[in-house]
Structures are given as structure tokens and as C-alpha cells.
């Protein structure tokens, strides 16, 4: 079921209540909308969720949170002397995490060949069965 339609009046007041609950409204446009607010239970319902909203948001604002002490130092002594962690965090120096460069491209260079061959003899493989179906065929 739907809503009843808002009159004109309870949409102007409606769009005026987020500035009424944080008193930010001149004097002359809180005083209208107070005036409406006590007669007007559907905009009464809606000024009680915008302070209910506002409330929880102040709530949730707060104070900001002070950091622990000695933070700072702890964080700059972990930067300088970073430990196993900080090392495995650096980028490998090869393709094979912490590998010296040279075993890299070693492994690189066996990956390639081993492939090579394996295509290679993929072909010849295909090539002798072509060979042997038209001789045959």
C-alpha cells in the first residue's frame, strides 16, 4: 500500500528538518516549522527519525582516537631493520623468489628448452602420422 501523497506545506517542512534539528534555520523559518510540528503528526513521525539519524551520527562522530604511545618509533625501527618479514616483502631479485639472478635465467633458459622440444617433437610426431594417412589413404 502506498503513502499517502504529502501536501505542500508537509514537503516544504520535511525538506526544512534536517536545518531545524541542528538549529541551523533563521529564527522566522524554526518558528513556522515548530508551528506545523505541533499539528502535524505525519511530520512530528519524520522530525523524530531526523533526530534519532542526527543523535546516532554525533554518537558515531566523537573524539578522535590518540595512537599508542610509541607508535611512531615502532614503525620507523620496523622500516629501518625490517626483519625476515620486511625482506619477503621486498620484490624478488629473479624469476624465482629469492633466487640469485644467474639461477633465474638458468631455470628460464631449461623451461624454454624443454618446451622447444616438446613442441618440436609434437611436430615431427604429427608429421610422420600426415605422412603415413596419405600413403595410405
Not at 34 to 46: D, F, S, V, Y
Not at 47 to 71: C, D, H, K, N
Not at 85 to 101: D, F, M, Q, Y
Amino acid at each position: 500500500m502506498s503513502q499517502p501523497e504529502l501536501s505542500r506545506v508537509c514537503s516544504e517542512v520535511q525538506a526544512q528538518l534536517p536545518s531545524y534539528v541542528d538549529r541551523s534555520l533563521s529564527r522566522v523559518r524554526r518558528r513556522l516549522v515548530g508551528l506545523h510540528l505541533r499539528r502535524c503528526p505525519e511530520c512530528q513521525a519524520e522530525f523524530a527519525r531526523q533526530r534519532e539519524v542526527s543523535q546516532g551520527l554525533a554518537a558515531l562522530a566523537g573524539p578522535p582516537e590518540t595512537p599508542p604511545e610509541g607508535l611512531l618509533s615502532s614503525l620507523l625501527d620496523q622500516a629501518a631493520n625490517p626483519g625476515m618479514k620486511g625482506r619477503a616483502a621486498v620484490p624478488a631479485r629473479g624469476a624465482v623468489s629469492g633466487a640469485r639472478p644467474a639461477l633465474s635465467v638458468a631455470l628460464l633458459v631449461a623451461g624454454a628448452a624443454a618446451g622447444t622440444g616438446i613442441g618440436y617433437a609434437g611436430w615431427r610426431g604429427a608429421r610422420a602420422t600426415r605422412r603415413r594417412l596419405h600413403r595410405n589413404g
